[in-house]
């Protein structure tokens, strides 16, 4: 433990204020407070863009133990407003750690605060719902104004009211090429590396921003589409969901999270905002088609209104065994499905790795 320790405080929009020990940056983050139930994975959900306008904290009550390492990474650095953790391990122990968690987010200026009752502020969250919070770290005397900064985390815009996807997606059009005569076109809305990755393996992939019109995705040929998960309210994505529109019947279309509920609301279904939605690794998912239930990692706070599938001429396929919301659907005629969780794990499980082989059979079907 070093001697010069920073100080931090977290509070909540309903005044709850808790105080703890100041790791990372010093500054101030604000941001819906949402909780992660993985017992790994705290760097795969650093650096996941879906995230973005968020600040994470961690159930698992210890953090930070095997270091950071940079092949974990889902984007090109950490994309969580800040972070929350019971207890902060300094000195990792992992031959494959390159950094300390602190370093990490002091390296991209995120604050974090540890020593918190975690437990009391996952139970408050799932009673009352995700709530708007600040989180500001700081040395010495300089204590922040606790009212002053309670008012600031009331007025703040809530997440429905934030555009976020403009902020993690890519500027322009990136070539990846990969293996097979597959050629992809992703739609980043803030993609996770494990994703691409996966998808290499069989498509040439072009990375194209979340705002790219129908007929420039179409001017390349595409084999099939694939809108890939984000962070926010997906009703606020409208250049998405109107390019979905445009692309449905033209092309198998597939979509991840985000890009799940966006195919969904191009189609004439509803999103709603979940109470305090699902963050980790050990969701169960039944899937219809099979009778398998499966374990998934998700990261979602937004889900699709089942009611509405019928009209969207979409077909229940699978659903949360915890909440029984909507985890997968397809279209009853054209080549289009997606899935409310996420296939390519990362961190794991792995049980529903055959998403991508079932997009590349979809193509090759349709070619």
Request: aromatic share 8%.
């Given at each position: 433990?070093?001697?010069?320790?920073?100080?931090?405080?977290?509070?909540?929009?309903?005044?709850?204020?808790?105080?703890?020990?100041?790791?990372?940056?010093?500054?101030?983050?604000?941001?819906?407070?949402?909780?992660?139930?993985?017992?790994?994975?705290?760097?795969?959900?650093?650096?996941?863009?879906?995230?973005?306008?968020?600040?994470?904290?961690?159930?698992?009550?210890?953090?930070?133990?095997?270091?950071?390492?940079?092949?974990?990474?889902?984007?090109?650095?950490?994309?969580?407003?800040?972070?929350?953790?019971?207890?902060?391990?300094?000195?990792?122990?992992?031959?494959?750690?390159?950094?300390?968690?602190?370093e990490f987010l002091e390296e991209y200026g995120i604050p974090g605060i540890q020593g918190v009752d975690t437990?009391?502020?996952?139970?408050?969250?799932?009673?009352?719902?995700?709530?708007?919070?600040?989180?500001?770290?700081?040395?010495?005397?300089?204590?922040?104004?606790?009212?002053?900064?309670?008012?600031?985390?009331?007025?703040?815009?809530?997440?429905?009211?934030?555009?976020?996807?403009?902020?993690?997606?890519?500027?322009?059009?990136?070539?990846?090429?990969?293996?097979?005569?597959?050629?992809?076109?992703?739609?980043?809305?803030?993609?996770?590396?494990?994703?691409?990755?996966?998808?290499?393996?069989?498509?040439?992939?072009?990375?194209?921003?979340?705002?790219?019109?129908?007929?420039?995705?179409?001017?390349?040929?595409?084999?099939?589409?694939?809108?890939?998960?984000?962070?926010?309210?997906?009703?606020?994505?409208?250049?998405?969901?109107?390019?979905?529109?445009?692309?449905?019947?033209?092309?198998?279309?597939?979509?991840?999270?985000?890009?799940?509920?966006?195919?969904?609301?191009?189609?004439?279904?509803?999103?709603?905002?979940?109470?305090?939605?699902?963050?980790?690794?050990?969701?169960?998912?039944?899937?219809?088609?099979?009778?398998?239930?499966?374990?998934?990692?998700?990261?979602?706070?937004?889900?699709?209104?089942?009611?509405?599938?019928?009209?969207?001429?979409?077909?229940?396929?699978?659903?949360?065994?915890?909440?029984?919301?909507?985890?997968?659907?397809?279209?009853?005629?054209?080549?289009?499905?997606?899935?409310?969780?996420?296939?390519?794990?990362?961190?794991?499980?792995?049980?529903?790795?055959?998403?991508?082989?079932?997009?590349?059979?979809?193509?090759?079907?349709?070619?």
């Amino acid at each position: 433990m070093s001697h010069n320790k920073k100080k931090a405080l977290l509070v909540l929009e309903d005044g709850t204020v808790v105080h703890g020990e100041g790791f990372g940056a010093l500054g101030e983050a604000m941001g819906e407070l949402v909780f992660n139930t993985g017992m790994t994975g705290y760097v795969e959900a650093l650096t996941d863009p879906s995230y973005a306008g968020q600040i994470l904290m961690m159930t698992y009550p210890l953090i930070g133990n095997y270091g950071v390492c940079s092949e974990d990474y889902e984007s090109d650095g950490i994309k969580v407003e800040g972070f929350v953790v019971r207890e902060l391990c300094e000195t990792p122990s992992n031959w494959r750690s390159e950094k300390s968690l602190p370093e990490f987010l002091e390296e991209y200026g995120i604050p974090g605060i540890q020593g918190v009752d975690t437990r009391m502020l996952t139970r408050k969250i799932r009673i009352y719902g995700t709530m708007k919070s600040t989180l500001i770290v700081y040395e010495g005397n300089d204590e922040p104004d606790i009212d002053e900064v309670i008012e600031r985390t009331k007025a703040q815009p809530a997440i429905t009211e934030l555009d976020l996807v403009n902020k993690v997606s890519v500027s322009k059009p990136t070539f990846i090429e990969g293996g097979g005569d597959l050629n992809v076109v992703l739609i980043d809305c803030g993609v996770k590396w494990s994703i691409i990755r996966l998808l290499r393996e069989n498509a040439n992939i072009t990375l194209v921003p979340y705002n790219t019109p129908a007929k420039n995705i179409l001017e390349y040929a595409p084999d099939g589409v694939l809108i890939s998960n984000g962070p926010g309210d997906p009703i606020r994505v409208k250049e998405t969901i109107n390019t979905a529109k445009e692309l449905v019947g033209k092309v198998p279309l597939f979509g991840i999270c985000l890009g799940h509920q966006i195919i969904s609301l191009a189609l004439g279904a509803k999103t709603f905002k979940l109470k305090f939605g699902h963050r980790g690794a050990n969701q169960p998912v039944k899937d219809f088609e099979t009778g398998r239930v499966f374990i998934s990692t998700q990261n979602h706070g937004f889900a699709v209104t089942k009611e509405s599938l019928k009209d969207a001429g979409l077909i229940l396929t699978q659903i949360n065994l915890n909440d029984h919301t909507v985890e997968g659907v397809k279209h009853k005629e054209l080549p289009i499905k997606s899935v409310q969780y996420h296939p390519e794990g990362g961190p794991g499980p792995h049980d529903t790795y055959f998403f991508f082989d079932d997009f590349v059979k979809t193509m090759k079907e349709y070619r």
